[in-house]
């Protein structure tokens, strides 16, 4: 099975200033890229990631369930909602100490974006915490954040 991907880094122009030309990073456990012109890539053989690795995801928003593979998109969202009250937002996370402070971003297209935080409960393997917040109106993206 083969795949063919073209990649250019390439800066921006603005004011009639043209960037300069950048680098892209491709890391593989096959070892089998090859790149033309120029390249490094790097085989991982001992790719330092976790047995377990951590996962934090929204499970839904006011009961409505988000999508596995949410498409985080302004124009076609994945949950649709028309409140003005405060809605649980519900979060998921796995091999995340309990205890964790979660941050729930919402930005919105609207310029109006919202905070807010909560802790983890539940046990190493699998945690949750819910937030309550009041959502804008317009369109927004929700990010959550764990850092331990």
């Given at each position: 099975m083969g795949c063919t991907t073209h990649a250019f880094a390439r800066g921006g122009s603005q004011y009639?200033?043209?960037?300069?030309?950048?680098?892209?990073?491709?890391?593989?456990?096959?070892?089998?890229?090859?790149?033309?012109?120029?390249?490094?890539?790097?085989?991982?053989?001992?790719?330092?990631?976790?047995?377990?690795?951590?996962?934090l995801k929204v499970v839904s928003i006011d009961g409505v369930p988000v999508p596995a593979s949410p498409k985080f998109d302004y124009a076609s969202p994945d949950v649709l909602m028309n409140k003005t009250t405060p809605v649980p937002i519900v979060?998921?996370?796995?091999?995340?100490?309990?205890?964790?402070?979660?941050?729930?971003?919402?930005?919105?297209?609207?310029g109006t974006d919202i905070t807010a935080s909560v802790t983890l409960a539940g046990t190493l393997a699998t945690s949750t915490a819910t937030v309550t917040v009041t959502l804008p109106l317009g369109t927004a993206r929700l990010f959550a954040r764990a850092v331990w």
């Amino acid at each position: 099975m083969g795949c063919t991907t073209h990649a250019f880094a390439r800066g921006g122009s603005q004011y009639e200033t043209v960037g300069s030309e950048g680098r892209i990073r491709i890391d593989t456990n096959a070892g089998n890229i090859t790149a033309s012109p120029l390249a490094t890539t790097n085989l991982l053989t001992d790719a330092p990631l976790p047995p377990n690795p951590p996962f934090l995801k929204v499970v839904s928003i006011d009961g409505v369930p988000v999508p596995a593979s949410p498409k985080f998109d302004y124009a076609s969202p994945d949950v649709l909602m028309n409140k003005t009250t405060p809605v649980p937002i519900v979060l998921e996370a796995n091999n995340i100490p309990v205890g964790t402070p979660i941050t729930v971003f919402l930005t919105t297209d609207t310029g109006t974006d919202i905070t807010a935080s909560v802790t983890l409960a539940g046990t190493l393997a699998t945690s949750t915490a819910t937030v309550t917040v009041t959502l804008p109106l317009g369109t927004a993206r929700l990010f959550a954040r764990a850092v331990w």
